[in-house]
């Protein structure tokens, strides 16, 4: 397990979406640093557009429950994180993707996903230490995928893997 006070040594960018500005910007602080080149958005359509921006990011740090456009109440969040991670494989494949959820059982699209042979995917619950955060995003940019182990006793029960 990394410790929480290495620092990254290389220019990673890291696009963090979340729609909580607090979970947003401690994020972003943190990631920033250990030395991640970090850029934000709160919604669906603000994290596309940086998503494809250039040079595109390496990573993205996705909140499941983000609300579609900036304008939307945080409230009608739905799961528009998994899709906005949908798009951006589809558009960039190799772009890492960490998913980060308050919540155990939003697996379903993320499991999708999986089950399609994607690799470069984690979730992690929200709460952790920061260096399982570090540590999903070391993962992804191998292309590995890093399942939460709380997420995967749920998964286990649920989907019979």
């Not at 009608?76 to 059982?105: C, D, K, W």
């Amino acid at each position: 397990m990394p410790d929480d006070n290495v620092t990254a040594t290389n220019n990673i960018r890291v696009l963090v979406v979340d729609d909580d500005g607090f979970m947003r910007d401690g994020l972003s602080i943190n990631l920033s640093g250990k030395g991640y080149q970090v850029i934000q958005a709160g919604d669906e359509s603000t994290g596309w557009a940086l998503a494809m921006s250039d040079p595109a990011p390496d990573v993205a740090v996705i909140d499941i429950s983000i609300p579609p456009e900036p304008q939307v109440s945080r409230w009608t969040a739905n799961h528009h994180g998994i899709r906005l991670a949908q798009r951006i494989r589809a558009e960039r494949p190799a772009m890492g993707v960490v998913f980060l959820s308050a919540y155990e059982y939003h697996l379903d699209g993320v499991w999708d996903m999986i089950r399609a042979g994607q690799r470069g995917l984690a979730y992690k619950l929200k709460g952790r230490r920061s260096s399982a955060l570090i540590d999903a995003i070391e993962k992804v940019l191998e292309g590995k995928v890093e399942i939460d182990p709380e997420v995967v006793r749920l998964a286990d029960k649920y989907f019979n893997v």
